[in-house]
């Protein structure tokens, strides 16, 4: 039993007509980065949400290490284990200075006050934001409050973090800080990792890719290869890694590249053979190798 | 524009006075103001005026910033000494027109001026040398025992807190508001008060959607942190009874005994 969420035929509606997700089935493994794409208002938060029982689904079940979020003796249980990080920094912030915003949810489950002070320590440093622990939130980056929202989350000790476009308002230093913060807790703490995002590039440091659209599982794979099929992604309203974007053009241009390229790393490993070659030969025979 | 109002008067420091328990620091501008005016000899009153003095100097909040807090009151001293100063019946000192000062009247005005000045500078001792969420965290605990009774403590403070959190948040969006609206030809801060206050609601209804979503957004947020109320709450900063909280517990103590004395032994004036 290595499934730390799963998803049984979910159907989730708001109102009772309009389907915001259908029959979705999903497994995501401990331990795993799974990246969840999609347009706007293809049902990727409404996942999200179902995952820590803020919603219940209509119809289905949402399990979560094996514990059903319909069962409301749970909750609390389920949203120890899967913490959520949302969009707006601002919002996500209750307290007047990041150690006593870390400290919320351990005030809430009734950690004694000791034990707080370590965790909240150790989830400052793990996040590097322990120097700004006195800081009133406000005077914080917006990469950095993302960070303290996820130490925020991080104190509870959670086997899963759900990440809800927590880049969409950052400028593109605070987003690689969130996403080097996301990568270092999958790769080093074993937690298992959702980001629901726009950026494809952040998509492609993923284990797997989930795309949504119109409520339906769309695409479901390793990021090679969902980004490899350039037109189906073009056609969910979506687009690829630049690295991607740019073989395609490549390709259109008869360079002959392999498959599967989505990170700059691909991209200097696929046309490095080319530059050793001879300039005659570099036309005729591309990345032909 | 609007970022430089600040929100309550708090001055960071680390003086005994700051570093004592915030419920007890209001615990103490109680007693005192009992204090001072139980007082009842001039002894007790020199003793109470410069007990204040002595506290402010190991805060180390500058002399300043006291004279600042009391100008508002000013009119409110004088008014009263006056007032005081020639209604207190007794022996005649000064006969102006059909008003006269009487000695006692003035000793009266006198000592009320002192204790409404000590008064004043002792409550805002208090702000300066405690944070609006200490001092809400204080009033949680001080009420506690309200919620016996079924009122709503841990909520209003927790309302309390929030709302000196997102202060300057929304002071921050309101500029932008103001700003995005004078972008579109908006003026905001020209013509008649009636002109003015119209155009205020383009900055004020934007504001209050924006203010209800981040109420929602952080309710969200909240609940998913495991918020389910005050039951069973701890708190990151758990207050101890600090060698600084006795020490100062028997400093007011021995006050309190001195003031006790002084009413018993001396001659009252009041
Ligand atoms: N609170 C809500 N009430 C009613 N409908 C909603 C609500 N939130 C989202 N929806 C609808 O559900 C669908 C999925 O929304 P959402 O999960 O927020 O999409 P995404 O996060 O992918 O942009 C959309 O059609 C949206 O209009
Ligand atoms: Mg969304």
Redesign the pocket.
Known sequence: MSNIISFKNVLFSYNGEQEALHDINLNIQKGEFVAVLGY??SG???L?KLINAILLPGSGKVLVDGMDTNDESLTFEIRKKVGMVF?NPDNQIVASTVEEDVAFALENLGVESSEMRRRVDSALETVGMSEYCNYAPHRLSGGQKQRVAIAGVLAMSPQCIVL??PTAMLDPRGRKAVIDTALSLNREKGITIVL?THFMDEAALADRVVVLSGGRIAKNGPPREVFSDYDGMKQLGLGVPVAAELAQELRARGINLPRGIITPDDMVEALSPCLWRKPDERSSAGGEY | MLKDITIGQYIYGSSPIHRMDPMLKLIFVIAYVVLLFSASTTAGIVGAVAFSLIIYKISGIPIKLIAKSLKPIVPVVVFTAVINMFFIPGDPLITIWKLTISRQGLFYAVILSFRITCLISASSLLTYTTSPIQLTDAIERLLSPLKKLKMPVHELAMMMSIALRFIPSLIEETDKIMSAQKSRGASLDSGKLREKVKALVPVLVPLFVSAFRRADELALAMECRCYRGGEGRTRLHESHFSSVDAFGTAVLVLMFGYVIATNCLFEAVI
């Open positions: 706007n208002g990727k938060s409404t999200a969009q809800d476009e629901i």
